[in-house]
């Protein structure tokens, strides 16, 4: 079951993808902002599916209200089944509905039938999404009519079981965010640098910043990890050193994700709940105990169970804490698209015999030359190469 959002946490949802959005369209024509707030160029933007009529105002005017009277949530309310053509964004993506922010309330929200993912399991919906929504019955649930553009979006293939490779599906983490905050761990679960791979190249394929951000450093952080991290640092990846346990560290994150809509995922037991309630006193999110997460065997259960977009006292910040993932298929790409994404492989190309190399078996390849004398690097081409093979099957 899900935590409850405060009525602060409710606000600032609508506020970030109602008032800023305005902000954006109004600067994008050149109006002048009527407050004098900064304004985040990467922040939400409005597009055309949004009311082109609405007044900036009007929006501030309805805020304050709300100020004044703060909202009720969608299990105390009468009715907040919308008009039609009203939209909201999804806070929450579930097997069955999602939890969709309108107009200050929470609603429970159905897609239409027959739109389900091609696989019949996931949504085709993701947290972040704006979408439009439709009036079903006097009650607290509405239908989802359609899902705006998105601006952004982290993605990760799923390959089903027992189902030919073929038949992978995309799978949106989250949509219209800013960053991607990888997390990861030294130990329990153990340090897997060829998933940080698998994310840095997703959002590199999908236009997306990330950072990399090792947490439990109380638990002490092995040579080994700290030269691999370090080679991170070296490519330009920001890394962040974390202990929810004790929260050092703590307050860099804060900053780093400041003003963003950030995406909080890696593998699961990582400490990616713990992280975020040691950002944020009273987020309140479920953590792993001791005894699930199974740390001995360095495995960790799933504690997280959806992805959810909440709201931080930091302004105009959000994070998306996400279930625990243990596989990140990378596909969407020609194979001759992967190592530009790999930018230390690609500065090295230039200086392979064959201008199509691809760093496996070929003659003179500068790029396994130099991997014998780089750790680092041979990590990076061993994850360069499981991704390849990955793209051609
Ligand atoms: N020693 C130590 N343990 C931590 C730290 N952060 C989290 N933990 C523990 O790690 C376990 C997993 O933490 P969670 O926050 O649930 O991990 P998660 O990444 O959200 O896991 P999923 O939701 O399953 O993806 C819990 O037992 C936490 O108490 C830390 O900084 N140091
Ligand atoms: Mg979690
Ligand atoms: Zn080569």
Redesign the pocket.
């Known amino acids: 079951m899900s935590e409850k959002l405060t009525n602060r946490q409710v606000r600032s949802i609508k506020k970030m993808f109602e008032n800023k959005g305005r902000r954006q369209q109004l600067k994008q024509q050149g109006g002048k902002r009527p407050d004098s707030t900064s304004d985040r160029s990467r922040g939400p933007r409005r597009n055309d599916w949004d009311e082109a009529d609405e007044d900036y105002f009007t929006t501030e005017k309805i805020r304050r209200a709300e100020r004044v009277k703060p909202a009720q949530p969608a299990s105390q309310a009468d009715t907040v089944a919308p008009e039609p053509a009203e939209t909201g964004t999804v806070i929450e993506v579930r097997s069955g509905d999602s939890l969709v922010m309108y107009r200050g309330r929470t609603v429970r929200a159905l897609l239409p039938k027959g739109s389900r993912a091609a696989d019949g399991t996931r949504s085709p919906l993701a947290v972040g999404d704006r979408v439009e929504l439709e009036a079903v019955a006097r009650s607290d649930t509405a239908r989802i009519a359609s899902i705006a553009p998105r601006r952004s979006g982290l993605s990760r293939d799923v390959y089903e079981a027992g189902r030919h490779e073929a038949s992978a599906v995309a799978h949106v983490l989250a949509a219209n965010i800013d960053l991607v905050v990888v997390v990861c761990s030294p130990a329990e679960p153990p340090y897997r640098p060829r998933l940080l791979d698998r994310y840095l190249v997703a959002a590199s394929r999908d236009g997306l910043e990330a950072v990399i951000c090792l947490n439990k450093t109380d638990l002490g952080v092995p040579d080994a990890v700290a030269a691999s991290l370090a080679g991170y640092e070296r490519l330009g990846t920001r890394v962040l050193r974390t202990s929810a346990e004790t929260g050092d560290g703590v307050d860099a994150a804060r900053e780093c994700i400041a003003g963003t809509v950030s995406l909080f995922t890696g593998h699961s037991g990582v400490g990616k709940s713990s992280l975020l309630n040691a950002l944020e006193p009273g987020l309140s999110l479920r953590i792993g105990g001791v005894t699930e997460t199974k740390a001995g065997q360095g495995k960790g259960r799933h504690t997280t169970s959806s992805a959810r977009l909440l709201p931080l006292s930091t302004p105009d910040t959000f994070v998306v804490d996400s279930p625990g993932i243990r596989a990140f298929g990378v596909r969407g790409m020609p194979p001759r698209e992967l190592a530009t994404h790999f930018p230390d492989i690609d500065a090295?190309?230039g200086?392979?015999?064959?201008g199509d190399?691809?760093?496996?078996a070929?003659p003179?390849?500068?790029?396994?030359a130099a991997a014998h004398l780089d750790p680092f690097l041979k990590a990076r081409v061993a994850s360069y190469k499981g991704m390849l093979a990955e793209l051609e099957r």
């Not at 200086?351 to 064959?354: I, S, T």
């Not at 003179?364 to 396994?368: I, K, L, N, Q, T």
């Open positions: 090295l190309a200086g392979c015999a064959f190399c691809r760093h496996r070929e003179d390849c500068a790029v396994r």
